[in-house]
């Protein structure tokens, strides 16, 4: 009888069915999955009963330093404690942007020293003439390229004038990557900020009031039109608008390589919370009306969106509370590793919305397909170990105090959730265990994007 490094029961959420069975894991990876339950010997033995093993979430859409107060070390031990096992770092660092070699490989030696779980790394580009660090960006490992078309800041966030994004485009088409975009119309946002603050219209849904639905779906539009034209791989990041999703749809069936995510806030908050929490649940693009966020569900259900993500900000109150009185002064963004997995989980498969295996799609399978990470998103033979269990029937209430996060500030505070994460696996070892994070800061491996030079390639 062949003997495992670690035997996990329960039911396994499979690409195809969801088994009572077992995984045999070996060096980190999955070796076999049988249907029987009392075959397979291990020098660990991980029995979760009734509760389901579903692929470790893959958070596409995670920002650990835009507040140096957080960094890899909180982020991810947040993320492990909320079933993620992989996340995608963006590009977006304070006080310096990831838009050269230099800064990435000084950002993979940090992420080597500090991680709980596996992470790939986002490059972007610098306002203008920043392109030729593509090439190298790609090499060097990124997993993919984000840009946005509204300056959130000039020199870390900007706003990429057209000629730039076709120049990218065009670039970044050669390494195979994919083109992600902050989509929203720069010009038109300012433009209304400016009015509303002038006549003193600063009222927590004037965030949405002056980020209205055709500032995300024009800038969209754009975007596929330059992917159109240019081949390049795209995809759009937090989508708030049913609309988004339909002109992705026409542009999908003329062939464009686009795929989208939407972001939990999204599908299960509405402006009416934005109007209660304000600075709390202020985030770009802002939380739409419950009508609209009725359509994103429905292009959910439809599997037109591809993926969801967290878009994980960690600002503290020295960030939101200064929006109190006027919401144009709070930072945008809320927390979200440690609660999107469970969130999501209560408010699909607990209520019979999605099945199991629908669920691991959205979470795991899509973001590993989509952002071409090898040997992860699946619970499957020959595929890394990376586990979330959640047992479903376990009944808890979010606790924002006790987020491992920098930031714990949520509008999701008090809100009682069914199904709990109870243990998260990362390459066949536990890292946390339904109370604790139980590795050391790195742990957690550097994940290189598939257009990586070779001697990046397993660099561990
Ligand atoms: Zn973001």
């Not at 894991?25 to 979760?48: P, Y």
């Not at 047992?391 to 105090?401: F, L, M, Q």
Request: proline share 6%.
């Amino acid at each position: 009888m062949k003997t495992f490094d670690v035997v996990v029961r329960g039911k396994l959420v499979l690409e195809e069915e969801v088994i009572n069975g077992e995984i045999g894991v070996k060096d980190g990876k999955v070796e076999i999955i049988s249907k029987n339950t009392t075959h397979l010997q291990g020098g660990k033995m991980l029995d979760f009963g009734n509760a389901y093993v579903f692929p470790g979430t893959i958070d596409v859409h995670v920002h650990c330093f835009s507040n140096p107060n957080e960094g890899f070390i909180s982020t991810s031990t947040s993320a492990a404690a909320g079933g993620i096992t992989t996340f995608l770092d963006m590009p977006y660092d304070l006080p310096n942007p990831v838009n050269n070699v230099e800064q990435f490989e000084k950002k993979v030696k940090k992420l080597e020293e500090e991680a709980i779980v596996d992470i790939c790394l986002w490059g972007t580009i610098s306002k203008k003439g920043g392109t030729d660090q593509i090439i190298p960006l790609a090499e060097a490992g990124a997993v993919a390229f984000k840009m946005s078309t509204f300056e959130t800041d000039a020199y870390r966030f900007p706003r990429i004038p057209d000629p730039e994004i076709m120049k990218a485009m065009d670039l970044i088409k050669e390494t195979g990557l994919r083109a992600a975009f902050h989509s929203e119309n720069d010009e038109i946002i300012v433009d209304l900020i400016e009015e509303y603050q002038r006549e003193n219209k600063v009222y927590p849904s004037a965030h949405m009031e002056t980020r209205p639905p055709v500032t995300e779906t024009s800038a969209v539009l754009k975007l596929l039109e330059f992917a159109y034209w240019t081949g390049v791989k795209l995809h759009i990041v937090h989508v708030s608008h049913p609309r988004t999703i339909e002109l992705i749809q026409l542009f999908k069936k003329q062939g464009v390589q686009v795929t989208s995510e939407t972001c939990y806030p999204y599908l299960l908050l509405d402006v009416h919370d934005l109007e209660k929490f304000g600075p709390r649940a202020k985030n770009n693009p802002p939380l739409r009306k419950p009508d609209e966020v009725k359509g994103l569900w429905d292009q959910l259900k439809a599997q037109n969106i591809e993926l969801i993500s967290s878009d994980h900000a960690p600002w503290g109150p020295e960030h939101k509370d200064r929006g109190k009185d006027n919401i144009f002064l709070s930072a945008s963004g809320l927390p979200g590793v440690e609660i999107m997995t469970p969130l999501m989980f209560d408010s699909t498969v607990a209520k019979g919305i999605l099945t199991p295996i629908e669920f691991a799609k959205l979470m795991s399978t899509h973001p590993a397909e989509v952002f071409q990470i090898p040997r992860k998103g699946k619970v499957a033979v020959g595929y890394d170990a990376d586990f979330a269990v959640i047992d479903p029937e376990a009944i808890w209430v979010i606790d924002e105090t006790k987020f491992r996060s920098y930031s714990k500030m949520s509008p999701f505070h008090g809100k009682e959730i069914k199904g709990k994460i109870i243990q998260t696996i990362v390459r066949g070892k536990t890292v946390f265990d339904g109370n604790a994070v139980s590795v050391k800061p790195g742990f957690g491996q550097f994940v290189p994007g598939s257009a990586a030079k070779e001697n990046v390639v397993g660099r561990k």
